[in-house]
């Protein structure tokens, strides 16, 4: 222990009740709030130091919002000053000087003791509109923040202790749900002040000294026992690419975003020269975020050790101004979450399986928002409308079991889904299908995780729009150590209809009308490890599920099953017939996966192959809705598949 | 003839006997080690060792984790499931998150159906209750077949929006029972009519799986008794804090999954208010872990869900129960970062805590408190022997990372282990706006009345209550308890557009569905009552409160008026001007059974005899003291202590620390006064 002052007794009283805390805040918001994005758990509260670094985050907090809570808090400091008093309130959401996007809006509160500043307390909400041109303001098409929604910079909301009404009306006022977004702005003030209320109570019972030693200790604590973790590893440098699918503005071809990591000592740097430039729509990122994506991906591997400034201190990052994970101030950002945010996560997650065999992970689901607004014409209904849905995918392959079904984006592991009951009642929008979607697991040793599939109908509505903010369309969810890609993210509309067209995983303003229908997959979690190594009997349990059908077990997986009767589940393994097909796909899957791409476009055309063939056994990415080849997509994806699945294969 | 009551709760460890005899207001208390395998072994094993004559029992009620336990260990039958095209899997899918948000490797437990046995049909109702698909009965009858080839004992039936029309799913089990007779069947609208699919469909599975599983337990049980001589009704404790019939819990067997965690939380409640407290927290402490619950105005707090594993919600009124992993055998070790930590890790009963020699090494709170002096090296009286130097080991290694002194090793690891513990009663009092200091702690279960003062003193609850027999109070609360079932529907209106003769009318139903379960349980007349509640919150809200509202029903303002006062007290604010929205509509209704009355006992003469003094640790004065230790047996009514003084009895040890004073009431309750 560093500290002399504090004995661990109570150090330790002190870094629980600092938890406990941020944690009471949450449940204050949870209660309150008015956003049901906020109540699915897309929110995050903390307690920071009077410097703004944070002393505790909740532990429920989801993944994006890490590493960006104090940059908020520097950013009020940087702003205001001297000039912060006591009972002052302050929000902010500006994703250029310390935010993420636009939605999630943070408030602040100073507290004091004896005339210092001796915390703050924050929390931050995604609230579920702050206006610009589409309801949920989530716009494909911006190219820059004006339009995007508003931007809050650092601002006063209360005045020691005197509500600025007419400040917060004219920010509400440009915001779809202006009640709603007052109930939100409340909730979040009161949950902060939950958090003072709560610290000033430590404070007069153990002195303000002990407290602040604990709070400065807190994050020494948390410093140390990652640097002793970071430190067992031998040092090195490592480096590794994901894409985002396209820049709207260039020809086709995958935009990388390269992140080499150095580990010298007990020190983590991250440097992500080399990406892309910005591009033309709003899946850019700002570096706060770029930060936080980078920080919790590597926090993956330590989950135990607890979210503080400590933590921060092990990483430096290098990110060049103008690339797309350090977007500057105008450019979109809105969509980092889909865009650089799951891409810089994911390959640094790579990067750590390697180092950490025991926690790897494959590449999982990209995160998605698809939205309908409108107006609402059912009988008894009159009113604008809002569908604002988001889908659990399969997470990547383990390296001693297969990656998890259905399960929330990394992105944030708290997000929730919303119950379809509920959408149904407030929208019209009716679900055809939430379920499992068979063969969506990225082949593997280990499997990813399964993803699901989402679609539904339109029902009676007017001057109605649709709009989605996702991403792998084509660089689709990868395996590693020799495991293969899940399948492509994007939306039908009008599926096996005649007007039917696939949409793509980014678009915006789409118009609907009663009786359209729509269908999007979650994909699955990439595979790990060679699937030809894959236990038969773990094939065959998958297929009595319907995780996996009788077709792609003999495809993805060189195992022949026969169906004796589906009803008893009788189905039992060829085993010759398993050998022979593995010998089969083995002597010849590195030659299907460097065939030229024009002839397995012919060969979808002529049916012989199907479009999970085109992924998995050729590598080849393709526009879904023409089954035309991407040259240059499908050279880089390739390139990665060489790297990560192919060199694998003995 | 002797009229007993027989109060048995079943527990992980041991299945604990709690017997009353009405007239002589006698007492008998036993403790068997529980049999798993066929819990009801120990319960005859428990009755023969009471030897009370069977013939004279008046009443035999019962709490137990054969639920859980059957939910945790998934020893079930096989059970199948049948769901809406296109959604069998939303049991799977769940609401996609975990509860741990960074530990990638930490799964959330597979549905207790697997997907192989969840079957679709092609049916779908609306959101209004319209039926847009009607019910393919051809394929709900293939779907049935299906089923009885599988041999399946059990079957969810589980649709989509079938709380507003459940007659697709009312359809499906007609046609299940037909096809597959003798079959467990269920369907999700009938256990409850609330939206929101996963909450409902997992409600309705875990009654599935447990259907088989509870009426066979309950079965034999009934035949044991009454191959014993006892021919009454056996009542069942559930989780909202009333009983069953047995023939009833049959029919609700996700209602008792929690049955044995319940029993703790009412006997705190019903201690609490015979020694004149309305707000009391209960702190049941035992080997493993530590269960928390609180009772405000005299009613004990309750959740409207709650979840033996992550992810799959019962949705039913429960009494909110927390509870943390801090025991006396949690294990006191030191992180990677140089902290002192204090469980959940436990030493159980194997190997146990160092001190019993029986294998364990690690430091305990058993242990440390064995250093301090505050356990006696001789447990159960005489029963046991348990080693100082094994103990001052173990708790040698803490002493050892951080410098310090053995004693002050010792008094580390139990302040580490009552600050969580604090931490525990915080979030269910401040966190839901209560302040302790309007408060009594009632301390009980084998380590509850070790640590109770000092938590008191920490977060300045000024009263503890320990009851008589802690460490078997909890069977005292499944002989306290009404009968009791909670029935809902949903209901959505806002406070502008509310139809109060409709509600009414819903209320009136619920009322009458209410009464002919409880006709059917024998209660009527007096012995009924019915309490109406209404689920309210502020429009665009995301968590409605439950209010109770008058009968009958003729305006909404007192409603309104209970739920901004109520809402002001939990979250701090409240707005009588902003229009609210009615989400749901409930009634509990009891069955009163008649309670026996607790005998008071006789006043002793003078001051009693301790029965050894010896050094213990004190906090305030920083050393050993020395202390007086008196036999709980020898404390009559009256009696009157100032600490520092030890209690101990068989299977639980009182400390009441320096400057406290305690008394013992009428009921033998040891009554401390913190405050001073």
Not at chain 1, 12 to 37: H, I, P, W
Not at chain 1, 110 to 127: C, D, K, Q, R
Not at chain 1, 434 to 447: E, Q, T, V, Y
Not at chain 1, 631 to 642: D, G, H, I, N, W
């Given at each position: ?12 009283v ?81 994703p ?9 809006v ?12 001796v ?22 098409t ?9 931007r ?29 977004r ?42 140390r ?81 607890p979210?503080?400034?400590?933590f ?35 390959a ?26 409108g ?15 988001w ?80 991403d ?24 096996g ?42 094939v ?32 039992e ?62 050279a ?15 | ?34 049999t ?211 023939e ?36 049941d ?24 594993e ?12 927390i ?75 803490i ?90 529907r949903t ?184 405050s001073?």
């Amino acid at each position: 222990m560093n500290n002399k002052e504090l004995d661990p007794v109570t150090f330790e009283v002190l870094k629980n009740a600092f938890g406990n805390l941020v944690d009471q805040m949450s449940e204050q918001v949870l209660r309150t709030c008015y956003s049901f994005v906020i109540y699915c758990r897309d929110f995050s509260s903390a307690l920071c130091d009077a410097n703004g670094d944070t002393i505790m985050q909740g532990s429920q907090d989801i993944a994006v919002h890490v590493g960006t809570l104090h940059l908020t808090c520097k950013a009020i400091l940087r702003a205001f000053g001297d000039d912060i008093h006591e009972d002052d309130i302050f929000i902010f959401n500006d994703p250029y000087e310390g935010g993420t996007h636009f939605c999630d809006v943070r408030v602040v509160k100073p507290v004091f003791h004896e005339g210092e500043i001796v915390a703050f307390t924050l929390s931050n909400g995604h609230w579920a509109d702050v206006g610009g041109k589409v309801p949920g303001s989530f716009d494909i098409t911006a190219r820059e923040h004006y339009g995007e929604g508003t931007r809050i910079t650092p601002i006063r909301i209360w005045d020691q202790g005197r509500y600025l009404g007419d400040v917060a009306d004219c920010l509400v006022a440009n915001m779809r749900g202006t009640e709603d977004r007052l109930g939100d702005l409340r909730a979040q003030a009161e949950a902060c002040k939950v958090g003072e209320r709560e610290f000033l109570r430590l404070i007069e019972k153990y002195g303000v000294d002990t407290v602040l030693a604990a709070a400065r200790e807190c994050q020494d604590y948390v410093e140390r026992i990652a640097r002793s973790r970071i430190a067992e590893i031998p040092d090195g440098e490592w480096e590794t690419v994901d894409f985002i699918d396209q820049d709207p503005d260039q020809e086709e071809g995958l935009i990388p975003i390269k992140v080499k990591m150095t580990i010298k000592g007990d020190q983590v740097h991250y440097d992500l020269t080399g990406s892309n430039p910005i591009v033309g729509c709003f899946l850019n990122s700002a570096f706060p975020a770029t930060l936080s994506s980078l920080v919790a991906g590597s926090k993956a591997f330590f989950p135990d050790i607890p979210l503080n400034a400590g933590f921060f201190r092990v990483f430096d990052v290098t990110v060049p101004e103008g690339c797309v994970a350090n977007a500057p101030w105008p450019v979109a950002v809105t969509g980092f979450c889909s865009g650089v945010y799951e891409k810089a996560q994911a390959a640094v997650i790579e990067l750590w399986s390697e180092l950490m065999p025991q926690r790897a992970l494959g590449c999982a689901f990209n995160l998605e928002y698809l939205l309908i607004g409108g107006w609402d014409r059912r009988p008894g209904f009159d009113s604008f409308f809002m569908w604002y849905d988001w889908m659990a995918g399969g997470h990547g392959g383990r390296s001693s079991k297969d990656g998890s079904n259905g399960t929330a984006a990394v992105f944030g592991l708290g997000l929730s889904i919303q119950p379809c009951e509920g959408q149904e009642r407030l929208t019209p929008v009716l679900t055809a299908e939430h379920s499992i979607l068979m063969d969506s697991a990225g082949p593997g040793k280990f499997r990813g995780g399964c993803g699901l599939t989402k679609g539904g109908t339109v029902m009676s509505c007017d001057g109605s729009v649709m709009s989605y903010c996702c991403d792998r369309a084509r660089s689709i969810a990868f395996g590693i150590w020799g495991g293969l890609p899940s399948i492509p993210q994007g939306l039908w509309k009008n599926k096996g209809k005649e007007d039917e067209a696939f949409l793509g995983a980014i678009f915006s303003g789409v118009p609907v009308e009663a009786g359209d229908t729509f269908t999007r997959p979650s994909a699955g979690g990439g595979g790990l490890g060679d699937p030809l190594e894959r236990d038969p009997e773990m094939v065959l349990e998958d297929v009595i599920d319907g995780y996996v059908s009788i077709e792609r077990a003999k495809k993805d997986y060189g195992v022949v099953v026969i169906e004796n009767d589906p009803v008893m589940l009788d189905y039992e393994i060829d085993t010759e017939a398993t050998d022979k097909e593995r010998a089969y796909i083995r002597e010849n899957r590195v030659a299907w996966m460097r065939s030229d791409p024009k002839e397995v476009q012919q060969m979808l055309a002529n049916g012989e192959i199907d479009e999970m063939d085109v992924v998995r056994r050729y590598g080849v990415v393709m526009d879904w809705g023409q089954k035309t080849v991407l040259p240059k997509s499908t050279a880089q994806f390739r390139e990665m598949l060489e790297k990560r699945t192919i060199s694998h294969w003995s | 003839m002797a009229k007993y009551r027989v109060a048995v709760d079943t527990g992980g460890t041991f299945t604990d006997v709690f017997i009353f005899e009405e007239d002589s207001g006698e007492v008998i208390v036993q403790k068997v080690p529980s049999t798993p395998s066929n819990p009801s072994e120990a319960i005859v094993a428990g009755m023969a060792k009471a030897e009370v004559p069977m013939d004279q029992v008046q009443l035999f009620s019962h709490g137990t984790t054969v639920g859980t336990n059957a939910l945790i260990t998934r020893n079930l039958p096989p059970t199948g499931m049948v769901n809406t095209k296109g959604f069998r899997d939303v049991i799977e899918i769940r609401r996609s998150t975990k509860p741990d948000l960074w530990d990638h490797y930490k799964d959330v437990a597979p549905p207790h159906v697997p997907r192989r046995h969840r079957l679709e049909v092609t049916e779908r109702m609306d959101y209004a209750g319209e039926a847009v698909t009607p019910l393919d009965e051809a394929e709900a009858r293939q779907v049935a077949e299906v089923f009885k080839q599988r041999g399946m004992a059990a079957v969810a039936i589980c649709f989509m929006n079938s709380y507003m029309n459940g007659a697709h799913e009312e359809r499906m089990k007609e046609i299940i029972s037909e096809v597959m007779p003798g079959a467990y069947v269920c369907t999700s609208s009938e256990l409850l009519p609330d939206i929101f699919e996963h909450e409902r469909f997992s409600t309705c599975v875990v009654n599935a799986v447990l259907g088989p599983v509870v009426s066979d337990y309950l079965q034999d049980l009934v035949g044991k008794l009454k191959d014993l001589g006892y021919a009454g009704d056996i009542l069942v404790l559930h989780s909202g804090g009333g009983v069953m019939k047995a023939e009833t819990v049959t029919s609700y067997a996700s209602r008792i999954a929690s049955s044995g965690i319940a029993a703790g939380a009412i006997a705190m409640n019903q201690t609490a208010q015979l020694c004149g407290f309305e707000n009391a927290m209960g702190l049941d402490m035992g080997g493993t872990s530590t269960d928390i619950s609180l009772t405000y105005g005299g009613e004990l707090r309750m959740a409207n869900e709650w979840q033996v594993e992550f992810g799959y919600p019962i949705m039913y009124p429960s009494i909110e129960v927390i509870t943390i992993g801090a025991g006396g055998g949690s294990i006191a070790w030191v992180d990677p970062g140089g902290s002192l930590r204090n469980g959940p890790q436990s030493a159980g009963a194997d190997p146990g805590p160092a001190c019993y020699q029986t294998g364990g090494t690690e430091p305990t709170n058993t242990d440390a408190n064995l250093v301090l002096g505050r356990l006696n090296t001789n447990l159960l009286e005489g029963g046991m022997q348990i080693s100082k130097e094994a103990a001052e080991a173990a708790v040698q290694k803490i002493a050892d990372q951080y410098g310090m002194s053995l004693v002050e090793a010792a008094h580390s690891i139990i302040k580490v282990a009552e600050a969580n513990m604090c931490d525990a009663l915080r979030l269910i009092s401040v966190q839901r706006g209560y302040d302790p200091r309007d408060f009594a702690l009632v301390g009980f279960g084998g380590a509850g009345p070790l640590h109770a003062a000092y938590l008191a003193r920490e977060l300045e609850i000024p009263t503890v209550i320990i009851p008589r027999y802690p460490g078997v109070h909890a069977a005292l609360g499944c002989l306290l308890v009404d009968v009791r079932h909670d029935l809902q529907r949903t209901y959505l209106a806002t406070s502008a557009g509310t139809d109060i003769a409709e509600i009414e009318s819903i209320f009136q139903d619920l009322e009458t569905e209410a009464t002919e379960l409880l006709a059917e349980e024998g209660m009527t007349g007096d012995d009924v009552e019915l309490i109406r509640l209404m689920d309210i919150r502020y429009i665009g809200q995301w968590r409605q409160l439950s209010v109770k509202v008058p009968k009958p029903i003729t305006t909404l303002d007192d409603a309104l008026a209970v739920f901004h006062a109520e809402h002001e007290r939990q979250f701090s604010w409240s707005n009588p001007d902003q229009v609210v929205e009615i989400y749901g509509l409930r009634v509990t209704a009891i069955g009163k059974v008649p309670m026996p009355s607790i005998q008071t006992g006789t006043a002793g003469e003078g001051a009693p005899e301790p029965k050894e003094v010896r050094s213990v640790f004190s906090e305030s004065e920083g050393d050993f003291v020395e202390t007086p230790v008196y036999r709980r047996r020898d404390l009559a009514a009256g009696t009157e202590l100032a600490g520092p003084a030890i209690v101990e009895q068989l299977d639980t040890t009182t400390v009441i620390p320096v400057g406290v004073g305690a008394r013992v009431d009428e009921y033998l309750n040891i009554i401390m006064d913190i405050s001073g």
